[in-house]
């Protein structure tokens, strides 16, 4: 429940049991489109309904260190920068700089979003390692 900690750390407000109780009947019950929303909300970070480049890279980074990656090693960093790049560049499919709702769930339905961050080290001597949404 690291997503939920996180989410109500980002909120500022207590996360509920019933806030609990809901996520995760949605990530084990609900539809994919109930799922993809779900995952959806949890990049917008501040919940304009867009996710930005920045927004993106802030939770990459977070997904890195959550696996044991230490924060701001220069390879590191240019490596998440370039995963960012690559990932945003495939679900942006207008290419306005932002992904929509409706562009992120017309992308993950036609490739698994997971295999947006495939191929991704997140250390050394780690084997490769995917990073579902």
């Known amino acids: ?18 806030d ?5 009947s949605t990530l084990l019950r609900g539809s994919i489109y109930e799922k993809l929303r779900w995952t959806f909300k949890l990049y917008d970070i ?3 309904g867009c996710i930005t480049r920045s927004e993106l890279g802030e939770i990459v980074v977070a997904i890195h260190e959550l696996m044991g990656r230490k924060p701001h090693q220069v390879e590191e960093d240019r490596k998440a920068r370039e995963q960012v790049d690559r990932v945003f560049n495939k679900l942006d499919l207008n290419q306005d700089g932002v992904i929509t709702i409706e562009e992120f769930i017309e992308s993950c339905l036609k490739v698994p979003c997971h ?11 780690a084997q490769h390692t995917d990073l579902a949404l």
Not at 115 to 125: A, D, Q, T
């Open 1 to 18: 429940m690291v997503v939920g900690l996180a989410w109500a750390e980002r909120s500022g407000r207590e996360m509920l049991l019933k």
């Open 20 to 24: 609990l109780l809901v996520t995760l």
């Open 46 to 48: 501040n919940g304009d």
């Open 115 to 125: 295999s947006f961050f495939s191929s991704v080290r997140l250390k050394p001597s």
